[in-house]
């Protein structure tokens, strides 16, 4: 494990550390100056309070590529419940606790190597502020009322990664989908224009179906924009 007080972004570290390991490794930081999430957003992390980590692992070592991000989320939710929290995965890669932002996933493919990206609010003292991007956010502990150790949940996470992202592609999305919520309302960027959408599957491959305002069904990856309506 690499651990840090301040950086620019722990997948960045990362990717400079990879060039001379050969094992899976773990980049952990108290703060990130220039954190990123999806479509290059900021992501907010006052000093100490939240959990920021890149796990790297080498590609050769991944069952399924092409949903991994599924199988991270299905992580995050499986150690939240442990740790007595309801969690949902808000498709593509955040993680919400009653309907606000509670974690998010950014991953990356560097050569040999791939860069699995976590931010998870733990300490975060503020509850469902309106922030960036009209998201609400909050934190286990404006959830709980109780302090959450970083580190064990670096433990508790490498443990739990290190099962799901060796799940076949069936048995990740079937676990996805247990934890997905599909009544959010959406809404999808067509021709620079933002339509309303209804959510109703999630294709084997990861893609999202969804049925638009004017009764289009329409399949969807996850480098297409998808913002959330209000709840």
Same mark, same amino acid.
Request: charged share 20%; net charge positive; hydrophobic share 40%.
């Given at each position: 494990?690499?651990?840090?007080?301040?950086?620019?972004?722990?997948?960045?570290?990362?990717?400079?550390?990879?060039?001379?390991?050969?094992?899976?490794?773990?980049?952990?930081?108290?703060?990130?100056?220039?954190?990123?999430?999806?479509?290059?957003?900021?992501?907010?992390?006052?000093?100490?309070?939240?959990?920021?980590?890149?796990?790297?692992?080498?590609?050769?070592?991944?069952?399924?590529?092409?949903?991994?991000?599924?199988?991270?989320?299905?992580?995050?939710?499986? &150690? %939240? =419940?442990?740790?007595?929290?309801?969690?949902?995965? +808000?498709?593509?890669?955040? $993680?919400?606790?009653?309907?606000?932002? #509670?974690?998010?996933?950014?991953?990356?493919?560097?050569?040999?190597?791939?860069?699995?990206?976590?931010?998870?609010?733990?300490?975060?003292?503020?509850?469902?502020?309106?922030?960036?991007?009209?998201?609400?956010?909050?934190?286990?502990?404006?959830?709980?009322?109780?302090?959450?150790?970083?580190?064990?949940?670096?433990?508790?996470?490498?443990?739990?990664?290190?099962?799901?992202?060796?799940?076949?592609?069936?048995? &990740? %999305? =079937?676990?996805?989908?247990?934890?997905?919520?599909? +009544?959010?309302?959406?809404? $999808?960027?067509?021709?620079?224009?933002? #339509?309303?959408?209804?959510?109703?599957?999630?294709?084997?491959?990861?893609?999202?179906?969804?049925?638009?305002?004017?009764?289009?069904?329409?399949?969807?990856?996850?480098?297409?924009?998808?913002?959330?309506?209000?709840?």
């Amino acid at each position: 494990m690499f651990k840090y007080d301040v950086v620019d972004s722990t997948n960045e570290i990362a990717k400079n550390i990879c060039a001379n390991q050969h094992k899976r490794f773990v980049v952990t930081a108290n703060i990130q100056t220039t954190g990123k999430g999806q479509y290059g957003r900021k992501w907010l992390s006052p000093s100490g309070e939240n959990f920021l980590a890149t796990f790297c692992v080498p590609q050769i070592e991944i069952t399924s590529d092409s949903l991994i991000s599924f199988a991270v989320a299905n992580a995050v939710c499986i &150690i %939240l =419940k442990e740790c007595g929290f309801t969690s949902q995965c +808000k498709w593509p890669n955040d $993680i919400e606790i009653n309907s606000s932002k #509670i974690a998010g996933i950014l991953t990356e493919k560097i050569n040999d190597w791939l860069l699995i990206g976590i931010g998870l609010n733990l300490n975060w003292p503020k509850k469902r502020s309106e922030l960036v991007n009209g998201k609400r956010y909050t934190s286990l502990y404006a959830e709980s009322g109780e302090k959450f150790n970083v580190n064990k949940f670096v433990s508790l996470l490498s443990k739990e990664l290190n099962s799901q992202i060796n799940k076949s592609t069936a048995e &990740i %999305l =079937k676990l996805y989908k247990s934890f997905w919520n599909k +009544k959010r309302n959406i809404e $999808i960027l067509v021709d620079d224009v933002w #339509i309303p959408a209804r959510q109703t599957g999630i294709d084997s491959e990861g893609a999202l179906i969804v049925e638009s305002v004017h009764g289009n069904i329409i399949k969807i990856n996850t480098s297409a924009r998808v913002r959330t309506n209000a709840v």
